[in-house]
């Protein structure tokens, strides 16, 4: 079947711009991460969910960043009046069930850049 | 707190050698560990995990690594290189058993030399 797929593979956008990133995981997958991989920061935690819910958020990095999940499926992540900083590659990923053991599945990314 | 250092941003190695990737983890709670490779423009691919049952574990295209509890390591071996071996490689440690959020290594680039 097909894998993590995210839309669009690049975007470009003026500071101050809201920007929404999607995120298909793959079908059955309950459990969805969203990651943040930048040059100074490494790859980073963002939030999960489990189904249509978010137990952790904690790595979202200010309230200008939120994200939902509907139909247990697709997932947003929207990102309100960006800045330069927000450039990054935002990489999204799915398992079966989530929990430690599960392996994660990981899309290609969406490259944002921030002028 | 859960945290994975990766000791060397970029290894080189001539094609055929050992290769040979870093990791020391902290955690504390036994850890579930992973590794993934990342070719230019695509997203992260599992190498091999480690979930407590044996410690060597093998993974795909000729990886293995060894969870080492004295040591707090998980290294990253692969006996001879070969030039599509070149990309970046992440060690990453669950951060939450519960959810399995990801704790990443800051990565280590390999180059293969010809």
């Known amino acids: 079947g097909a894998g993590v797929s995210q839309s669009p593979s690049n975007k470009v956008t003026e500071k101050g711009k809201d920007v929404e990133l999607r995120c298909d995981p793959i079908?059955?997958?309950?459990?969805l991460y969203w990651y943040r991989q930048s040059l100074g920061q490494g790859l980073e935690f963002l939030i999960y969910?489990?189904?249509?819910?978010?137990?952790?958020k904690s790595g979202l990095p200010s309230d200008r960043f939120s994200a939902e999940r509907t139909g247990g499926s697709v997932s947003t992540l929207t990102i309100q009046r960006t800045q330069q900083e927000d450039s990054a590659v935002y990489l999204c990923?799915?398992?079966?069930?989530?929990?430690?053991?599960?392996?994660?599945?990981f899309g290609p990314g969406t490259r944002l850049l921030v002028l | 707190a859960q945290s994975v250092t990766q000791l060397g941003s970029h290894v080189s190695v001539s094609e055929g050698a050992l290769v040979l990737l870093r990791c020391n983890y902290s955690?504390?709670?036994?850890?579930?560990l992973f590794w993934y490779v990342q070719y230019p423009n695509q997203g992260l691919q599992l190498l091999l995990k480690?979930?407590?049952?044996?410690?060597l574990v093998k993974g795909i295209n000729g990886f293995e690594a060894e969870f080492k509890k004295s040591e707090t390591s998980f290294h990253l071996t692969k006996p001879s290189a070969h030039m599509s071996d070149a990309a970046e490689y992440f060690c990453?440690?669950?951060?939450?058993?519960?959810?399995?959020?990801?704790?990443f290594g800051q990565g280590t680039t390999l180059q293969v030399k010809p």
């Open positions: 079908s059955g997958h309950t459990a």
């Open positions: 990453a440690v669950t951060g939450s058993s519960n959810t399995g959020k990801l704790i």
């Open positions: 990923a799915s398992s079966f069930a989530g929990g430690g053991v599960e392996t994660q599945y």
């Open positions: 480690y979930t407590s049952a044996a410690t």
């Open positions: 969910f489990q189904g249509n819910s978010a137990p952790d």
């Open positions: 955690s504390s709670v036994p850890p579930y």
